[in-house]
Structures are given as structure tokens and as C-alpha cells.
């Protein structure tokens, strides 16, 4: 920032440019992917799996934050352990065969959402939906914020 850029312009810069990001691992319906029991983990991404995943014998998929099997879609766990922190959903079909583990646990930067451990195989999400605002809110959250602060430095003290 130029000398000249006032500070309320600067705060609303900064806090538009930390909006957050994010990131997913895509498999798009009809395509096909094998970890072939190796391991990988994702910091914090999504999986939207709408194709067929195959993990393999001691695979392991961690450090995963929401997990997507979508309706027509096939996660073949076959004794593979599954780690994510938030919500899990399998709309699709999913093979747990071989002592396969799907479990919530936190991994670095990003929180557990709902109850950590053992998560159900089943179709409904087991964890409740951790609040968030909409990015438009943030928006208009950044403007006002310095506004305020701008407004409260302008006030006498009263001490």
C-alpha cells in the first residue's frame, strides 16, 4: 500500500483478500480412479466423488474436511481407512468390505465438525453443519468493520 491509501481502503483490501479459498478432489461422474493401497492426504479438501474410487487394501485417504459419494456413484473402501473432520454423505453406493474404517478426526487446519470417531456408513450426514456466513456477507462485514472503527476513534473518550 502507497502512503496516500487511506487505512479504512487498506483494511478492506487485506480483508477481501484473506477471503478464504478452497479446494477439492473431483471425480466427475463415468471416471474412474484406484489408490491401489497407497496414501494420500489432502489437507483439508473436499472429495465429491461421482465416479468410482477405488482405495484398496490398507489405503489411506486423510486429512480429508467433506466427503461426497453421489447417487450413481461407487467409493470402494476394501479395507482402506477414510479420515475426514467434517460432513460425510453417500447418496451412492459404498463397498466397507475387509475391515475398512471410516473415521472423523481432526487433521492440521482443519477442525473436527460433529462427533469425532467411527462414522455410519449410511446415506444420511452424521454430523450436525457447522455454522458459516455467505461470502457476501463477509463482504459486507469487511466494509462495515473498519467503518465502525473508524466512527469509535472519531468519538471523545469519556474517561
Known amino acids: 500500500m502507497s502512503p496516500r491509501t487511506p487505512p479504512a481502503l487498506a483494511g478492506r483490501l487485506m480483508l477481501l483478500a484473506a477471503l478464504p479459498a478452497s479446494a477439492a478432489w473431483v471425480l466427475p461422474p463415468g471416471a474412474e480412479a484406484a489408490l491401489g ?4 492426504s489432502l489437507g483439508c479438501a473436499d472429495v465429491a466423488n461421482g465416479g468410482a474410487l477405488h482405495l484398496g487394501a490398507g489405503a ?3 486429512a480429508a474436511r467433506d466427503v ?3 447417487a450413481g456413484a461407487l467409493l470402494d473402501l476394501d479395507g482402506a481407512r477414510l479420515e475426514l473432520a467434517g460432513q460425510w454423505t453417500a447418496a451412492g453406493q459404498v463397498s466397507a468390505s475387509g475391515g475398512a474404517q471410516v473415521l472423523r478426526t ?3 487446519g482443519c477442525p ?3 462427533r469425532a470417531g467411527p462414522v455410519p456408513l449410511g446415506g444420511a450426514p452424521a454430523s450436525t453443519p457447522v455454522p458459516a456466513l455467505e461470502p457476501w456477507a463477509l463482504a459486507l462485514l469487511a466494509l462495515a468493520v473498519p467503518a465502525l472503527a473508524g466512527r469509535a476513534r472519531k ?3 469519556s474517561r
Open 112 to 114: 473436527v465438525a460433529g
Open 106 to 108: 481432526a487433521s492440521p
Open 37 to 40: 493401497g497407497g496414501a494420500v
Open 155 to 157: 468519538t471523545p473518550s
Open 68 to 70: 461426497a459419494t453421489q
Open 60 to 62: 489411506t485417504l486423510a
